[in-house]
C-alpha cells in the first residue's frame, strides 16, 4: 500500500516545479536560526502553499504543537487551508484547520491553523 494518495503524488509533481521550491533548505536551516523571517516573493511562487507545509515538518522535528498562519480575508484563508490540506495529503481539520471569528474548527491534534 502507498504511504500517499496517488493524488499527493499528482500536487507533488507540481509543487516541486514551483520556484520556492529550490529554497527549502535554506529556509528550514532559517528557521532553526531565527524566531522571525520575512518573506518576499513573486505571485504564484508556492510562498502560501509550501511555507507552512515546511513550517509544520520542521514543528514536528522539534517536537512543536502547532503552526498558525494569517490570511487578509475569510475566504482566502478557507482556500488556502483547503489546498495546503490537500497538498500534505490530509483531511481538513485533521492537521490543517481553520478558525475565525465565526467559526471555529480547531481540534486536538492540531498542527496549522488559517
Known amino acids: 500500500m502507498l504511504p500517499y494518495t496517488p493524488r ?5 509533481k507540481k509543487r516541486i516545479t514551483l ?3 529550490e529554497y527549502r533548505t535554506d529556509f528550514m536551516r532559517l528557521l532553526s536560526q531565527h524566531q522571525c523571517i520575512v518573506l518576499v516573493g513573486e505571485t504564484g511562487s508556492g510562498k502560501t502553499t509550501q511555507i507552512p507545509q515546511w513550517c509544520v515538518e520542521y ?3 522539534i517536537g512543536s504543537k502547532g503552526v498558525a498562519c494569517t490570511q487578509p480575508r475569510r475566504v482566502a484563508a478557507m482556500s488556502v487551508a483547503q489546498r495546503v490540506s490537500e497538498e500534505m495529503d490530509v483531511a481538513l481539520g485533521m492537521y490543517i484547520t481553520q478558525k475565525n471569528s465565526k467559526k ?9 491553523i488559517f
Open 59 to 61: 514543528s514536528r522535528s
Open 19 to 21: 520556484p520556492v521550491f
Open 8 to 12: 499527493y503524488y499528482e500536487l507533488y
Open 104 to 112: 471555529n474548527f480547531v481540534k486536538e491534534i492540531l498542527k496549522t
